[in-house]
Every structure is written in C-alpha cells, then in structure tokens.
C-alpha cells in the first residue's frame, strides 16, 4: 500500500481509538472514516482493534522507556507504533518516522512531545520478549466470574484467544460449499485471514451470511423442521432468523430496533429467505396463530465476542449486568407463555457469565414446575461442551488450533406437557 494510504489508515485508527476513550464502540463509528478510501478504513479498523487487543502489553513495554505518562492523544500513537513494529513486523524506520509526524500533528504539545515519541519508539523497536509477554487481562468486573467459573488457567486461554482475533466463520443454506473454506465439525465454513465479505463467490448470490461458528448453533440445537411457525425473539441482524427460514420454518422475527431489523430485512432479501418482521417489545409481543417453538437469543453483556470486538473491555464496567439478568429473566418467563405444553424454546446468550446463562436457566426451571432441559446432540459438539445441567457451553478457549469460537451458553427447554 502506498505510503500516504498507510498514514491516512494510521491517523483513522487514531480517530477511532479517540472514539472509544469517548464511549463510542468501533461498529458506532463505522461511518466515521468514510472520506477514506475502502481499503484505508479496513486498514484502520484493523490497526485500531490491533492496538485495543495489546494495549495493556504496549503500555508495559512504553513504562519502560517513558519517564512521564504521556497524554491520552501521544500515549495511543506510541501504543499505535509499538504494537506496529512489536506484533505487526511494521518497519522500525517508517512506524518511528509515521508516529513523529502524528505527534507533531498534535499542535504545540506535539511539537514538545515528539521528540519523546523519537527517542522511546528507537529503544523499542529493539525491545526482547513481546511474544513472551502475557495476554492483555480482562477487566476485573469479567475476570473474576470468569475465572471463578472455569479455573485461572481457563481465563489465561480465554485472554490468549481474545488477543488473537476471530477467523470469518460463514452458514451456507444446504448442500452448498464456499472455495478454500475449512468445514468445521459443528457445520460451520470457516475461512482465515483477511477477506472482504462481499467480494467473495456466493455472497451476491446468498448462498451464505456472516456468523460465528458458535452463534449457528442455538438454531441448531431447536432443529427447527419444515413448515413449523417460529418466532426468533430478539432477532436482529438476523443470523438466527436466516437459519430457521433456510430450513423451512415459517418464521416471525421480532426485535424492539426498527433500525436493526432493517437489516434483518436486508439479509433475507440478498438470501433469497422470508419471514415476518415484527418491530416490538418481545415482552409485549404475542403471536395471533399457534406457535410449534421459540428461539430467545436474549440480549445480555455479549462478552463472549470479545475476539471480535476488542473494545467491549474499554465500554463496560459491568453495572449494566443486573439489569440485563432481569431482563432475560423476564423475557424468559414471557416466551414460555407463548408456546403450547410439550413445545421447546432455545434460551441462548452471547456471554461468558454463568449469571446470563447457566444461572439463568437453573432460575427458570425453579420458576416453572414442570419445565425441563432437553441434552443437546449435535453432531461436532463434544461431550466438554454440556454443563450439568444439559446446557450447552461454548468459549473463546475451545478449538484452540482451528481458531476459537465465541462464548455462548444455550439450552433448550421444553415446556412441561
Ligand atoms: C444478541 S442480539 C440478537 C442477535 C440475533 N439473534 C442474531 O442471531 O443475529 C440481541 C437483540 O435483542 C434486541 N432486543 C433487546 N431488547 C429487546 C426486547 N425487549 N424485545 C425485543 N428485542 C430486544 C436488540 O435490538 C438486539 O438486536
């Protein structure tokens, strides 16, 4: 890539990485580098997630060579520069010279500042053990239950898959194949490296949609048969509701955002797919047919996706949490109220707290006399997978030499008959 194009990519990132210090998620500001070209802004997003996923490492390595804390501003472009050289095998001379120039961009304290910048990127561009070092650690707020839940050792792992990033895991409609994809046991395609979606075979044509390897499987798990009615409660951008359709159900996807089941819309349409759009409160919504199951994908801390979006830790404290629980709980008790005795509803969420899923489930099954879990079969899915319970339990840490997956607890239930 041509040198300018590097810097814009350079001082996009710079933008973003300001945006979440602000509050602003990465998928908030997915408009904001649109004066760039397509390729710049990928760059961008990519260097800024680099920075998000290594910035406590960054930070260990700058402490070392910096007398003073440097500003907010000077402090993300050495971070910028060290992850660049140190993780990325950015050239020392060109990364130094980039994170000079950025610096001195910043006004008078850049001028002072940039001679700082200098002289600390020289000594780090030369600075052992990066790769021993260990991963950046989930805030305290998530690491505790983490490690509570699973053992210290299973924290560490879940951080090393954070720092690596996810591979692009693709759900094709049946019998379809996509070229240099890696089947993976659950069903899922899974291709690496960097790709732009809609630029690869099959997406004009919809054979396919964008979805976590352990994001396909709460569909999977209600196993969902032709003609049956559905709702997919919660179901925007759709990945879900997609599944269902594809296999024949008919299916009513509620969500409360309008703005969000637009895409919903957008994805059926590019796949070809049906299925009623419901813009409401799944705990107002009532279905005006019999419904033969439910799909609850409960909104809840989503901090099982962290590999995918690196700034979740720098967003959250965790208050919202409490909120989120009774939330489910509640969402929970009001779709059971929609189906009829002996029918199943999936309870899924995209979180690694036991309180958001394993906990949930266990509350409901006191709550409801009667109500049981259904053990999962599915094929590809060990027997590690279950909880006690008859859950299903996936995480960062599991297919460590495939790539991972994202964290998801799901159960399917079944209505006392
Ligand atoms: C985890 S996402 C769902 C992902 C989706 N099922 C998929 O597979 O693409 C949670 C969704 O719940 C929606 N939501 C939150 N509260 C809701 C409520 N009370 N009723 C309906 N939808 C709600 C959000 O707008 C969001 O789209």
């Known amino acids: ?24 998620s990465l998928s908030d500001q997915a408009g904001a580098l649109k004066a760039l070209p397509p390729a710049d802004q990928a760059r961008a997003a990519r260097l800024a997630a680099a920075v998000l996923r290594h910035q406590s490492r960054a930070d260990g390595v700058i402490a070392a060579y910096v007398g003073r804390k440097p500003s907010p501003q000077v402090a993300d472009i050495l971070r910028l520069a060290v992850v660049e050289m140190l993780d990325l095998d950015g050239a020392a001379h060109g990364v130094v010279d980039a994170a000079v120039t950025l610096t001195r961009g910043l ?19 030369a600075h052992p053990g990066w790769a021993d070092l260990p991963p950046q650690p989930m805030p305290a707020w998530l690491r505790d239950p983490v490690a509570a839940a699973y053992g210290e050792d299973a924290a560490l792992a879940i951080e ?48 396919w949609w964008v979805q976590d390897a352990a994001a396909a499987l709460p569909a999977r798990l209600l196993d969902p048969r032709p003609g049956e009615r559905i709702a997919d409660l919660c179901a925007a951008p759709g990945g879900k509701t997609l599944q269902l359709a594809a296999a024949g159900a008919q299916v009513t996807a509620v969500d409360i955002s309008p703005a969000r089941l637009r895409r919903v819309a957008e994805n059926l349409k590019r796949c070809a797919l049906t299925a009623d759009l419901i813009a409401a409160d799944a705990l107002e919504w009532r279905a005006d047919s019999p419904l033969d199951a439910i799909l609850l994908d409960a909104p809840c801390s989503a901090t099982g996706t ?48 036991p309180d958001e899923g394993e906990a949930q489930v266990a509350a409901a099954l006191s709550r409801h006399p009667g109500l049981r879990v259904d053990t999962p079969a599915l094929p590809g899915v060990p027997a590690d997978w279950i909880t006690p319970e008859g859950g299903l339990r996936t995480r960062p840490d599991y297919w460590p030499d495939r790539g991972g997956m994202d964290g998801f607890f799901m159960a399917r239930l079944r209505k006392a008959g």
Do not use: W
């Open 1 to 24: 890539m041509a040198k300018r194009g590097v810097d814009m990519a350079r001082s996009g990132a710079l933008r973003l990485l300001a945006g979440v210090r602000e509050g602003l």
């Open 107 to 125: 006004g008078q304290k850049g001028q002072a500042a940039s001679g700082m910048v200098n002289a600390v990127l020289r000594k780090v561009s």
């Open 160 to 207: 090393a898959a954070h720092q690596a990033g996810a591979p692009l895991d693709l759900t094709t409609k049946p019998g379809v194949a996509v070229e240099g994809a890696e089947p993976l046991p659950t069903g899922s395609l899974r291709l690496h490296g960097p790709a732009q979606v809609s630029a690869l075979p099959g997406y004009a044509e919809g054979d």
């Open 306 to 353: 962290i590999r995918r979006h690196p700034d979740l830790p720098f967003l959250r404290d965790g208050s919202g949490i409490p909120a989120l629980i009774d939330l489910q709980a509640r969402l929970i008790d009001h779709a059971l109220s929609l189906i009829p005795p002996g029918a199943r509803m999936v309870y899924a969420v995209c979180s690694l707290l």
